[in-house]
T-cell receptor
Framework: AQKVTQAQTEISVVEKEDVTLDCVYETRDTTYYLFWYKQPPSGELVFLIRRNSFDEQNEISGRYSWNFQKSTSSFNFTITASQVVDSAVYFCALSEGAGGTSYGKLTFGQGTILTVHP | GAVVSQHPSWVICKSGTSVKIECRSLDFQATTMFWYRQFPKQSLMLMATSNEGSKATYEQGVEKDKFLINHASLTLSTLTVTSAHPEDSSFYIC??????????????FGPGTRLTVL
């Protein structure tokens, strides 16, 4: 069975601080995908990134960066120089790779509520 | 990018009535769609997998007679909450795979439907 754990329920920072959101996953699949989504108060999920299990390169997109470490089954997300607009709930998610019986289904972590204060 | 719409965006109904929620892929075909439920301050939980032209596959603990899913075309899946009760009040979100492009493992989420049962 797949499982995603986001140990941080809530994080509160002051604007311009860096913040890292942790994500640890469990799966028996050798091929899988990891995702991060942002959910602002409106409720609509905003896709941030998808990473497949064979690509362990870290990625940077503007103020966002992701650290994928297969050895520790972690896929952490860092926001540099946080802004008030970053305040939202962030979800880490996992799906099985193509060909599996659970292909396409997402298993979500519990979510981390990030509040950035001015 | 691929767009998924949901209708209605919110609905309030009386206990005992049935409510139908539509999920449409606007610019791609989706042989598979997924329905998630999110209770306040909680994560998204997969309810069922909707397959075009066949019966939906429900996750453990989800009552198939209460949450009727119909996927009659490649662009439309509907979720009907039958005899709704206050405990069914939740945020319902659908997602779809775009299998016609190279993004077959990318999930596109609808904006969600907020159901309140009085």
């Amino acid at each position: 069975a797949q499982k995603v754990t986001q140990a941080q329920t809530e994080i509160s920072v002051v604007e311009k601080e860096d913040v890292t959101l942790d994500c640890v996953y469990e799966t028996r699949d050798t091929t899988y995908y990891l995702f991060w989504y942002k959910q602002p108060p409106s409720g609509e999920l905003v896709f941030l990134i998808r990473r497949n299990s064979f690509d362990e390169q870290n990625e940077i997109s503007g103020r966002y960066s992701w650290n994928f470490q297969k050895s520790t089954s972690s896929f952490n997300f860092t926001i540099t120089a946080s802004q008030v607009v970053d305040s939202a709930v962030y979800f880490c998610a996992l799906s099985e790779g193509a060909g599996g019986t659970s292909y396409g289904k997402l298993t979500f972590g519990q979510g981390t509520i990030l509040t950035v204060h001015p | 990018g691929a767009v998924v719409s949901q209708h209605p965006s919110w609905v309030i109904c009386k206990s005992g009535t049935s409510v139908k929620i539509e999920c449409r892929s606007l610019d791609f075909q989706a042989t598979t769609m997924f329905w998630y439920r999110q209770f306040p301050k909680q994560s998204l939980m997969l309810m069922a997998t909707s397959n075009e032209g066949s019966k939906a596959t429900y996750e453990q603990g989800v009552e198939k007679d209460k949450f009727l899913i119909n996927h009659a075309s490649l662009t439309l899946s509907t979720l009907t909450v039958t005899s709704a009760h206050p405990e069914d009040s939740s945020f319902y979100i659908c997602s779809a795979n775009d299998v016609t492009s190279g993004r077959s493992n990318e999930q596109f989420f609808g904006p969600g439907t907020r159901l309140t049962v009085l």
